[in-house]
């Protein structure tokens, strides 16, 4: 059910419509937003105080060189829920979130929506109470309306020190076409195009609000125009998240549901299904095909390597690890469904999860094999032997 | 003067969408095209917009006269800053001197290129003090309270990003406050911006040094680096500055020509559960006199609440070191209010050699140091081939415009040790004009004093070239004046009350000639109020003296004798200048000692026997 919403969301494709209109009335509003007096400026300090209150800092994994142990996050519920970037900070169930005021919160992994590349998290509030932001009484903004960028870009605040203010305005809205390194990023909806400096390392998970402290959207991850290589400064609009978001929240996305629990008789592995995923090095590398099998189930499905997994039989799959284990939970015998993400366009596909004839395993009709360890050797086997051969 | 090879790239920065790239320039142009048409009749801007829009050019109108463009003597750097007087200090980075020598030129939005000398240097905080020559009423800068600054402020930052300025006519770009009280990470011990102001106004390399300006035009703080990280050395809005309160406290300092230390506590701190707990603490520090020890739990300091290891040093960065600064404690669930003397981050020498090794091979800050000083993409790469430097071929500096000259002399531990000169023959010769010493009769040693103490009772004191005695109501006490002095610290808890009036009566009678090396600190707080005044600072006979002269009159406002560097200093804080022996004397003694006073001691009457007239103009 998730999944059809999720699918007709993203196809639905807010940005069909051309961006940049209305250029001159832009260009008006923007003459009228750069001359906010500084009246104005001294008007705004209260909401400014109040939107730095909903806005966490989040350490967690990395720390290697361009790779910054920290970002930003948004609480949006008054039970400590966190929108963030979906990221490598994340990778480790070591990750903390503190707040403005110097509050420090350890965090559960709630879910994620992998198209969006956002997590919610959930701070362990205990007694505490937060501020945050209703998503029901979120904004739209306009271009050339005037905004303001609130994060922790480069790590800057620290402890009680409240999170950097950027201001700027809303250049365009505009589907996103971007780049992360060589990967294309997942998402290639209509973004809010800021001119202020929003996305620097760390500001990821960030929030872009108005100048009444009303919450327009989350600023996305470090991206490069895919046309000019230039970085962008952008924030996903709340009305592209806001229901996936709460989905999530309400348990209806949550990973490891209870509906699969039960272990099936003969588990489904990846080898069944003739694929291989990217190695899978961190606690969520993105679950990305890196060998489909030819002649296999995948293949015949059309599956083709770079697709990204983000559903297996309508579950959310944000990591290498939750396909394995969602498969895990799915008897071999069964069809399949899939969801991949392809060029920014979700796939659906169907799997007819035969047993491959082709290479080493012992011949045998389709789900009639009664010897379990014999399957257990078929399925593992190739699947190494294709790894391996992927690697050399 | 220069080419503005940089220009280019700055053209392409501001980030802007793919496939809007095109409507997104057409859509400045239209927007700029309008403005240049005249918006009110396009447009129809609202009355009080335009009011705002002229207000602030009015702003940046003034602002922008005492913003200076800075080039090394040899044209190869430079950067930006700011005019606080009308007799030329301005205030610039420590970073866009630090291997210009002491000469410089500096070019104003008149267009009119001053020969500038090298004033102080704080290397710890980035800060430097250069003197623009050749006029005694420069524009200045209207000086704001980078306390007051508030996140979400319209702000503007003044200066030569790229060395843009042909004709010195200051670039300004317009942005908010984005952070207060940030820290930003030291290189090893310098260059540490602490309480820093964060901004999204472009700062770019050649900002370095210039002012950050408030939306009235009034300075708030020196644009000093920016966080830059994988984006290449321009800005991507977020530039920071050093507050002007943290400039201007050591502004006395640099004064001196000296090169300033920054303070440490002499403890450190690490963050707790339960809060900010003193880890580590000298035994010889002053804190540790004060009282404070190792697990206290650090509350305030400053009169602001420390919740964290890293807001305590955040603090600590904006303060000289010798100043005195109020800090509460908790030991047991008790509180403790104390006054700190803080100590120095370095020793002298210490110091000297890390700014040397600045001179020859300027440090970049972790990470992220924009090296605003160089002039932009055409700077020599850093870790590539270097140009030899030529001074230290040749083993000599090259010779200074004559009006440098006569401004510089060089010494180990100083910027610019004229400057120092100059402070102390200042302080000494308006402490003679108000002592009304006409160069006439010594007043010597031999004086008797007699008054009230505070607390009753009476005292007398008996003073001689060898030795001397005070009677106070809780008995009598002497101290000898041979050999090692820092021994005789009689009347017991005074720290050297005898010492302190001994080390006076020899300045007085000998001047500051007789002493050891003499060195003007700066404006250093004394007393209980901690009021900053002038301080110069002497050694005799292993005693360290620090005379605090009064900014009104000249007087000496207070004297300290160190007998060592780990002990507390006898504090004398004088008042009630009268007429005495022919000369303006203090009827009125504070004597303080460690964590309390020792005395009050009122004068009824000097009777000095001056040498030369030994029955002299006694004064009952």
């Known amino acids: 059910m998730t999944h059809t919403n999720l699918t007709s969301r993203t196809t639905r494709r807010l940005g069909e419509r051309r961006a940049l209109r209305c250029v001159i009335a832009a260009s008006l509003v923007a003459i009228m937003a750069c001359s906010v007096s500084i009246g104005a400026a001294r008007a705004a300090m209260p909401v400014i105080r109040d939107v730095q209150r909903k806005v966490v800092k989040i350490y967690g994994a990395g720390g290697l060189r361009q790779m910054e142990a920290y970002q930003s996050g948004i609480l949006v519920s008054a039970e400590g829920h966190v929108v963030t970037a979906l990221s490598y900070v994340l990778d480790t169930d070591d990750v903390a979130a503190v707040l403005d005021d110097g509050r420090k919160f350890s965090v559960e992994f709630v879910g994620s929506d992998p198209v969006l590349e956002l997590a919610v998290l959930k701070l362990n509030l205990g007694d505490e109470q937060v501020s945050w932001f209703d998503l029901k009484e979120a904004a739209a903004a306009a271009p050339g309306e005037p905004v303001l960028a609130v994060s922790n870009l480069y790590g800057i605040a620290a402890g009680d020190e409240p999170a950097s203010i950027l201001q700027g305005v809303v250049t365009a809205i505009a589907p996103l076409e971007a780049r992360r390194g060589a990967f294309q990023a997942n998402y290639r909806g209509d973004v809010y195009v800021v001119d202020a400096h929003a996305n620097n390392p760390g500001a990821a998970g960030g929030a872009l609000v108005d100048w009444r402290g009303r919450l327009l959207g989350v600023l996305g991850k470090e991206l490069k125009s895919r046309v000019t290589g230039a970085w962008l400064n952008y924030a996903l609009p709340v009305e592209t998240w806001a229901g996936s978001v709460e989905a999530i929240i309400a348990g209806r996305n949550a990973t490891g549901s209870p509906g699969l629990a039960l272990a099936p008789e003969e588990p489904l592995t990846l080898a069944d299904l003739g694929v291989v995923l990217v190695p899978n090095l961190l606690a969520r590398t993105p679950a990305y095909l890196d060998a489909v099998r030819p002649g296999s189930p995948a293949a015949s499905a059309g599956l083709r390597p770079d697709d990204l997994i983000v559903f297996v039989a309508g579950e959310p799959t944000a990591s290498c690890s939750e396909v394995i284990e969602t498969l895990g939970r799915i008897d071999r015998r069964d069809e399949l469904r899939m969801a991949v993400l392809r060029e920014g366009e979700l796939v659906d596909v169907v799997l007819a999860a035969e047993i491959d004839e082709e290479p080493a395993g012992p011949p045998s009709s389709a789900g009639e094999v009664d010897e379990p360890a014999a399957d257990e050797s078929d399925s593992t086997e190739p699947a190494a032997g294709e790894s391996n051969r992927e690697g050399a | ?620």
């Open chain 2, 1 to 620: 003067m220069r080419q503005p090879a940089a220009a280019q790239p700055l053209l392409t920065s501001p980030a802007v969408t793919s496939p809007g790239t095109e409507c997104m320039a057409s859509c400045l142009f239209i927007a700029v095209a309008t403005l240049a048409l005249g918006v009110d009749t396009a447009l129809d801007v609202p009355a009080d917009v335009l009011a705002a829009q002229d207000v602030r050019v009015a702003a940046m109108a003034r602002a922008t006269e005492a913003t200076v463009a800075i080039f090394d003597a040899a044209g190869q750097g430079g950067g930006s800053g700011v005019l606080i007087s009308p007799d030329g200090f301005a205030l610039t980075n420590f970073h866009v001197v630090a291997s210009g020598g002491p000469a410089m030129k500096c070019g104003l939005s008149d267009g009119v290129l001053y020969d500038a000398v090298l004033v102080g240097i704080d290397p710890v905080g980035d800060v430097a003090l250069v003197q623009l020559l050749g006029r005694d009423d420069f524009p200045v800068a209207e000086i704001g309270d980078s306390d007051a600054v508030r996140v979400g402020q319209w702000v503007f930052a003044a200066g030569n990003p790229f060395l843009l300025a042909d004709d010195f006519t200051p670039s300004v770009s317009y942005g908010m406050v984005s952070g207060v009280r940030r820290y930003q990470y030291p290189a090893g011990t310098l260059l540490e911006y602490t309480d820093c102001i964060q901004t999204d106004a472009a700062i770019n390399p050649g900002n370095s040094g210039g002012p950050l300006f408030d939306a009235d035009g009034r300075l708030i703080g020196i644009n000093g680096r920016g966080s830059f990280e994988k984006r290449g050395r321009v800005n991507v809005g977020v530039g920071y500055a050093i507050s002007i309160n943290q400039a201007l406290r050591f502004l006395g300092h640099l004064k001196s020509g000296r090169i300033v230390d920054h303070a440490s506590l002499g403890a450190t701190v690490s963050t707790e559960d339960d809060g900010v707990i003193v880890d580590d603490i000298l035994e010889s520090s002053d804190a540790f006199r004060r009282g404070l020890r190792y697990g206290d739990q650090v509350v305030q300091f400053a009169g602001r609440d420390i919740t964290t290891a890293n807001a305590l040093q955040n603090v600590l960065g904006v303060f000289p070191p010798h100043w005195r600064v109020p800090m509460r404690f908790r030991r047991d669930g008790q509180t403790y209010d104390i006054v700190v003397r803080l100590e120095s981050k370095h020793d002298p020498a210490e110091l000297v050699g890390l700014v040397q090794r600045e001179e020859v091979d300027p440090s970049r800050p972790p990470g992220e140091e924009p090296q605003p000083d160089a002039p932009g993409p055409d700077a020599p790469d850093p870790e590539g081939p270097q140009m030899p430097d030529l001074r230290k071929l040749l083993g000599k500096e090259p010779k200074l415009p004559a009006a440098i000259a006569e401004r510089y002399v060089q010494r180990r531990g100083f910027a610019n040790y004229w400057y120092n000169q100059q402070a102390q023959l200042r302080l000494w010769e308006r402490w003679l004009e108000q002592m009304q010493d006409e160069g006439g009769d010594s007043l010597g040693y031999d004086w008797q004093i007699a008054g009230h103490v505070a607390t009753g009772g009476e005292f007398r004191l008996t003073t001689g070239r060898q030795q001397s005695e005070i009677r106070l109501p809780q008995g009598v006490t002497g101290a000898v004046f041979r050999d090692d002095l820092s021994v005789q610290l009689s009347p017991p808890g005074s720290g050297g009350l005898l010492l302190a009036i001994h080390l006076w009566q020899r300045m007085m009678d000998e001047g500051l000639r007789t002493f050891g090396e003499v060195v003007y600190l700066g404006r250093l707080p004394y007393g209980l109020e901690g009021r900053p005044a002038d301080c110069l600072s002497c050694l005799y006979g292993g005693v360290e003296m620090r005379l605090f002269y009064d900014e009104q009159t000249g007087a000496l406002a207070a004297l300290e004798t160190y007998p060592s560097d780990d002990v507390d200093p006898c504090e004398l804080i004088f008042s009630d200048y009268r007429e005495a022996g022919g000369r303006i004397l203090p009827y009125h003694w504070v004597v303080r000692f460690g964590d309390g006073e020792f005395a009050t001691l009122e004068i009824d009457a000097y009777k000095i026997a001056s040498p030369a007239a030994a029955s002299g103009r006694d004064r009952e």
